[in-house]
C-alpha cells in the first residue's frame, strides 16, 4: 500500500472511531487508570491519599469477606442465567408465532426492563413481604412453606435472584426474537418434510442457529451480573446478616459507608480480573458450540 | 492477547432472510394444534399479566388515599384519590425535572447511536491492526462498575470545570461499549457484496455508511436507542454527585427526595415511579416497531 | 428508498451532533464557584435535614438572614439523608463541598480530625446548650455548631393501657415495670403487640447505658461493652422479638414497620424519637410519652446536628455568620417549635416554652426531662463499620442464629478490630 494510501486508510479508521473513542477515553478510560492509582492508597476521601502499595490488595485477597462476596456474586449470577435465559427463549419462542395481540404482550413483557430498579425493587419487597406479601398469601392458601425472603439468609439472595431474573426477561426475549427471526424459514419447512417433529426442529436447528445471539446473552448477563448492585442495595442492603451481599456492594460500602476508598478499587479491580477472565474464556470456547450461518 | 474473534460475539440482529415459518397444520392435526395454540395464548397472556401486576400495583397505589395505605397489596381502591399527584406536583419541579430527564436521555440516545454506529462500521468495514486490541479495550470498558469510576471522574469534571452542567451529565453516556458491541455484530452481518457495488458506482466510506449500512441495521440502532434511553433516564448515581443546582435536577434524583429520614409517603413516591416509566414505556413502543421490523426487510439476500 | 433513507439519517446524525454542541454552550454558563469582587459574598450550604417538609422552613431561616446581612447570599442545597454523604464525601474529595455543611454527630468527629472543617473562632458559646456545644468541638477547639437535637422516648398507646386497666408509663419506671406490662399488653391473637423496640448500634449503646455499661474505654482502644450490663443491654433488646414485638422474620426493622403498627393502633409501647410527633399527629387513638425507663440508671439516647465550615471555603467569615444564625438565632428557634423540626439548641429553656404546648403529646414534658441523663452514640473513625457489625450481631442473636453471649463476644471482636 502506498503510504498516501495508508494515510488515507488511518485518517478512515480515526473519523469512524475517534467519535466513540475519544469520549470513552476521556470518561471512562481516564477514570479506570485514575482508580487504579486510588487502589494503590489508602483514602477515605475527605483526607489526602496514603500511599501503601499493594497491601490493598493482598489484604483483600485473604479477606473472608472478598470470598463470602464474590462467592455470592457467583451464586447470583448461576441461579439468575439459566432462569432469564430459558425465560427469555420460552418469551421469545411463544412469541414469535403469529398470535393476537403480540405487540401489546412484547410490550408487557418489556416493560420491567425498562423500569428503574427503585420501583421495581419496591413491589418486589411488597410481593415477597413474608408476612402479609402476595406470594406467601399464596403459598399459605395452597398449604405451601412460606419462606422468610428478606428476612431470611437462606432466602434473600435467591429473592434478588428471582426479581432480578423476572425483571430482565424482556432484554432477552427481545435479543433472542431478532435471532429467532433471522433463521430462514425453508430450513425449518425442509426439516418438517423430512419427518422432523417439533422438539427435533429446536434441538437440532433453531437452538444451534441461535447459538449467536445466546452467545451475546450469556457473555453481556455475566459481564453485568459479576456487578449486580441495585437490586441488592435497594432490596436487602447486603442482609441479612451479610447473607445477600456482593462484589459491588462491597466496593459501594467501602467507597461511601466505610471511607476505604483504596480498598474498594482494588477490589473493583480484582473483579475486573475475574470478568475479564470470564469473557475471554468463552470468547474462546465459542469455536465449539456457537454457530454462524 | 491471543486472537479473540470478537467479531461474531453480537447476535444476528440485522434484518433476516424469509419470514418465521408457521409449519402448516394438516386438516388431522388441526384440533391438536389448536388447544396447544390456546394453552401457549393462556401461558403467555398469564405471564404478560405477571409482568404488568407490579406496574399496575404502583398505579393502585398512587391513587390510593394515603390513610388506607397501611395493609398489604390490593388491586381495588375504595376512594381512588389524585391527592398524590398534587402533593408530588407540589413538593417537585416535576415539568422541570421531566423536561431536564428527557433532554439528558434524548441527547445521550442520539450521541451513543452516531458514536456507536460509526465505530460498529469502523470495526466491521475497516481492517486495521491492532483491531481486535482496540475492541476488547471498549469491551473493557464495561467491566468496572460506576460506583468506583465516580470519584476519579467527579474529580476529572472538577479539574474541567464541568462540574454542574448538562455536558457533565452527558459526558459518561456520548459513547458507550454496549452499543458499540451490539451494532457491530449487525453492520457484520450486511453482506459485503453491497458495498462492493456501490464502491463500483464511486461511493466511499462515508456514503456506503449513511446509505447503505445505516438502513439496513435500523432493528439494532433501535434496539440500542432503546437500552440508552434507559440508562440515562434511570441513571441516579452519577447525576446525584455531579449535580448540585435545581434546575438540572433528574427524575431519580427528584424521586429520592420523596424519601424522609424517617418515613416515606408511599402514595406519593409511587405517583413518581407512574412519571418515572410512562415515558420508557412510550419510548419502547414507538421503538418496538423498528426492533421487530428485520421481517418485513427481505431484500437482502 | 435509498434517497429517502439517505435524507432522513443525515438529519438525525445532524441533530444528535447539534446536541452535543449544544450542551457544551449550556454547560460552560452556570458557574457560581468564585465569590464575586464587588456583588454580595455567596455563601453555599449544604444539608439534608429539611428534606422531607422543611425545606421551606429552611427557606424561611435564610430569608430572615439575608435580610439581617444584605451583603451575603446564601445558596442552600438539600440531600436526602440517604444519599447525603455519598454526595458529600465525593465533593470533599473534589474540592467542591459547600462553604457550609451539616453534619450529624456520628460523622463530624471524622471530618473534624482530617482538617476538612475551618476552626470557628469568638463563638458565643452561652446562647447553646453546653453539652451540645462540646459535642462538636475537638481538641479544645470549637468545629461546628449544634443545630438541632432530638432523643428517643417511649410513646404509648394510652387506649390500650386503659382497656387492660393498667397504670401507665411512669418516669419511675424501670426495664422490669416496663417488661410486665409488655407481656400483659401483647395479644397475639388479636395481632397487638406490648413493646416495640429496633434492635440496632443505637438502642444497644443506649440500653447498655441504662444498665450503667460503657460502650468504650475511656481512650476509645477497646471496647468494653461485653460485661453484665451488656449482656444485661443485649438480652433485654433480644428477647422483645417474638415475645412483645413480631420478629425478623414477620417484618420488624423493615422501614416504616414500627410507626405503621404504632399508628394502626396495634402497639402499647414504642421506643423511637420525637421525631415521630407529626407523624403520629392525627392517630385515631390517644397516645402519649414518657420518659425511656432505666435499668440501673436512667439514660437517654440523644441525636444532634451540626452546621460546619469547610477548612477550604473561601469565604469562611461569611459562611460563620451563617452558620452562627442558622444555629442560635431566635427566629430559627421559633421556626424548629412552630413545625416540629426537631429542637432547636438553645441554652435558655424559656424559649423552649411553646414546644410544650405545641399539641401532642401531652407529656412534652418528659422531652426535656430525658436530657437530664442523656447518652452520645460512641464515635470512632470506622463508625459506619462499628454501627454495621453491632447490629448485624444483634440482629443475628434476636432471629435465634446465635446466643447473646456470642453474638456479644463476636461483635466485641469486630468492634475491637476497627480500633486498631
Given at each position: 500500500m502506498t503510504t498516501r494510501a495508508r494515510w488515507r486508510k488511518a485518517g478512515w479508521v480515526l473519523f469512524f472511531l475517534a467519535p466513540s473513542a475519544v469520549p470513552l477515553l476521556l470518561f471512562t478510560v481516564a477514570p479506570m487508570v485514575s482508580s487504579v492509582w486510588v487502589s494503590l492508597n489508602r483514602w477515605n476521601l475527605i483526607s489526602p491519599m496514603e500511599w501503601v502499595g499493594f497491601d490493598n490488595y493482598r489484604s483483600l485477597l485473604t479477606d473472608p469477606q472478598t470470598h463470602t462476596v464474590f462467592l455470592h456474586t457467583l451464586v447470583y449470577c448461576v441461579g439468575y442465567l439459566p432462569l432469564v435465559f430459558a425465560g427469555g427463549l420460552g418469551l421469545a419462542l411463544a412469541l414469535n408465532q403469529r398470535l393476537a395481540g403480540r405487540s401489546f404482550f412484547r410490550a408487557a413483557y418489556f416493560l420491567p426492563v425498562v423500569t428503574s430498579w427503585v420501583v421495581v425493587a419496591l413491589v418486589w419487597k411488597w410481593l415477597l413481604n413474608p408476612t402479609n406479601g402476595l406470594v406467601n398469601t399464596l403459598l399459605g392458601a395452597v398449604g405451601l412453606p412460606q419462606p422468610g425472603w428478606w428476612t431470611d439468609p437462606t432466602w434473600a439472595l435467591p429473592a434478588v435472584i428471582l426479581s432480578s431474573a423476572w425483571k430482565d426477561l424482556g432484554f432477552v426475549m427481545v435479543i433472542m426474537l431478532a435471532g429467532l427471526q433471522a433463521i430462514p424459514g425453508d430450513i425449518l419447512e425442509a426439516a418438517t418434510a423430512d419427518g422432523a417433529n417439533a422438539w427435533q426442529r429446536f434441538w437440532r436447528i433453531t437452538l444451534p442457529l441461535l447459538s449467536p445471539s445466546t452467545f451475546f446473552v450469556v457473555v453481556i448477563s455475566l459481564i453485568n451480573g459479576f456487578q449486580v448492585f441495585d437490586q441488592v442495595y435497594v432490596m436487602t442492603g447486603g442482609g441479612p446478616s451479610g447473607s445477600s451481599q456482593v462484589v459491588v456492594g462491597q466496593v459501594y460500602d467501602l467507597t461511601f459507608r466505610y471511607g476505604r476508598a483504596g480498598e474498594a478499587s482494588a477490589l473493583s479491580w480484582i473483579l475486573f480480573s475475574v470478568i475479564l477472565l470470564i469473557t475471554a474464556v468463552q470468547i474462546r470456547g465459542q469455536r465449539r458450540w456457537v454457530h454462524y450461518a | 492477547m491471543p486472537d479473540l474473534d470478537l467479531t461474531a460475539v453480537a447476535p444476528n440482529v440485522a434484518p433476516g432472510a424469509a419470514a418465521p415459518a408457521t409449519a402448516p397444520s394438516t386438516r388431522s392435526k388441526r384440533h391438536g394444534v389448536h388447544f396447544l395454540n390456546l394453552l401457549r395464548y393462556a401461558a403467555v397472556l398469564a405471564g404478560a399479566v405477571v409482568m404488568l401486576f407490579p406496574f399496575l400495583w404502583t398505579v393502585i397505589t398512587s391513587i390510593t388515599p394515603e390513610g388506607s395505605l397501611a395493609g398489604g397489596p390490593t388491586l381495588i381502591v375504595k376512594n381512588p384519590t389524585l391527592a398524590a399527584y398534587r402533593t408530588l406536583l407540589d413538593t417537585l419541579p416535576m415539568w422541570r425535572i421531566l423536561v431536564n430527564s428527557l433532554w439528558v436521555a434524548v441527547a445521550s440516545t442520539l450521541l451513543q447511536l452516531v458514536t456507536g454506529s460509526m465505530a460498529a462500521y469502523g470495526f466491521a468495514r475497516l481492517p486495521f491492526k491492532g483491531k481486535n486490541v482496540v475492541f476488547a479495550l471498549y469491551l473493557a470498558t464495561l467491566m468496572v462498575p460506576m460506583q468506583v469510576l465516580v470519584v476519579p471522574l467527579f474529580i476529572e469534571m472538577k479539574t474541567l470545570n464541568l462540574q454542574d452542567t448538562y455536558m457533565a451529565l452527558l459526558a459518561p453516556s456520548i459513547a458507550s461499549a454496549f452499543g458499540v458491541f451490539l451494532l457491530r455484530q449487525a453492520v457484520e452481518s450486511v453482506p459485503r457484496e453491497l458495498d462492493e457495488a456501490a464502491t463500483i458506482d464511486g461511493a466511499g466510506h462515508l456514503r456506503i455508511f449513511t446509505t447503505i449500512i445505516l438502513p439496513l441495521i435500523r432493528p439494532a440502532l433501535a434496539t440500542v436507542a432503546v437500552f440508552a434511553f434507559m440508562g440515562s433516564w434511570n441513571s441516579f448515581l452519577w447525576p446525584l454527585v455531579v449535580i448540585?443546582?435545581?434546575?438540572?435536577?433528574t427524575l431519580p434524583l427528584g424521586l429520592a427526595t420523596l424519601h424522609g429520614q424517617f418515613t416515606t409517603e408511599w402514595d406519593v413516591v409511587m405517583a413518581g415511579s407512574v412519571f418515572s416509566i410512562l415515558p420508557i414505556a412510550v419510548a419502547y413502543l414507538l421503538a418496538q416497531r423498528h426492533i421487530i421490523a428485520g421481517v418485513a426487510h427481505t431484500g437482502i439476500k | 428508498m435509498r434517497n429517502t433513507v439517505r435524507r432522513s439519517v443525515a438529519p438525525v446524525i445532524a441533530a444528535g451532533l447539534a446536541l452535543a454542541l449544544g450542551a457544551c454552550a449550556q454547560g460552560s454558563?452556570?458557574?457560581?464557584?468564585a465569590a464575586a469582587s464587588n456583588g454580595p459574598t455567596t455563601v453555599r450550604y449544604m444539608n439534608f435535614s429539611a428534606n422531607g417538609g422543611h425545606e421551606k422552613d429552611l427557606d424561611a431561616i435564610k430569608a430572615a438572614f439575608e435580610k439581617a446581612n444584605p451583603d451575603i447570599k446564601v445558596q442552600i442545597e438539600t440531600t436526602p439523608y440517604d444519599n447525603y454523604f455519598t454526595k458529600l464525601q465525593t465533593a470533599v474529595a473534589g474540592g467542591t463541598a459547600g462553604d457550609a455543611f451539616e453534619l450529624n454527630y456520628e460523622n463530624f468527629v471524622t471530618y473534624a480530625s482530617n482538617g476538612s472543617l475551618a476552626e470557628l473562632k469568638n463563638?458565643?458559646?452561652?446562647?447553646?446548650k453546653p453539652s451540645l456545644l462540646k459535642a462538636f468541638s475537638a481538641e479544645g477547639k470549637q468545629y461546628g455548631l449544634p443545630e438541632s437535637f432530638s432523643n428517643v422516648v417511649l410513646f404509648f398507646n394510652k387506649d390500650l393501657f386503659k382497656a387492660a386497666g393498667m397504670g401507665e408509663p411512669t418516669a419511675d419506671w424501670t426495664w422490669k415495670d416496663e417488661q410486665a406490662a409488655a407481656a400483659k399488653l401483647t395479644d397475639k391473637g388479636k395481632k397487638v403487640w406490648g413493646d416495640y423496640q429496633p434492635i440496632s448500634f443505637f438502642e444497644f449503646y443506649k440500653a447498655l447505658g441504662q444498665s450503667g455499661g460503657e460502650f468504650l474505654s475511656a481512650d476509645k482502644k477497646t471496647a468494653t461493652f461485653n460485661t453484665d450490663a451488656g449482656k444485661a443491654a443485649a438480652e433485654f433488646l433480644v428477647s422483645?422479638?417474638?415475645?412483645?414485638m413480631p420478629t425478623e422474620a414477620d417484618g420488624a426493622g423493615t422501614p416504616d414497620f414500627d410507626s405503621k403498627l404504632f399508628k394502626s393502633g396495634k402497639l402499647a409501647m414504642w421506643h423511637t424519637g420525637i421525631w415521630m410527633f407529626s407523624g403520629m399527629a392525627d392517630a385515631k387513638f390517644d397516645w402519649d410519652i414518657a420518659v425511656e425507663p432505666g435499668n440501673t440508671t436512667k439514660a437517654s439516647a440523644m441525636f444532634t446536628n451540626g452546621a460546619v465550615v469547610s477548612a477550604r471555603s473561601k469565604n469562611q467569615a461569611a459562611a460563620q455568620k451563617w452558620v452562627t444564625f442558622l444555629t442560635s438565632s431566635d427566629e430559627m428557634a421559633q421556626k424548629r417549635l412552630e413545625t416540629s423540626w426537631e429542637l432547636p439548641p438553645v441554652a435558655d429553656e424559656a424559649q423552649l416554652a411553646t414546644y410544650l404546648d405545641a399539641g401532642k403529646p401531652a407529656n412534652r414534658q418528659a422531652v426535656f426531662d430525658s436530657l437530664d441523663a442523656t447518652v452520645l452514640p460512641p464515635v470512632i473513625e470506622r463508625q459506619q463499620e462499628m454501627q454495621d457489625a453491632v447490629t448485624k450481631e444483634l440482629t443475628t442473636a434476636a432471629a435465634g442464629r446465635k446466643s447473646v453471649a456470642t453474638a456479644l463476644a463476636d461483635a466485641e471482636k469486630a468492634v475491637n478490630a476497627l480500633l486498631k
Open positions: - | 448540585r443546582s435545581p434546575e438540572f435536577m | 454558563a452556570t458557574k457560581t464557584d463563638v458565643d458559646g452561652s446562647k447553646y422483645k422479638a417474638g415475645k412483645s
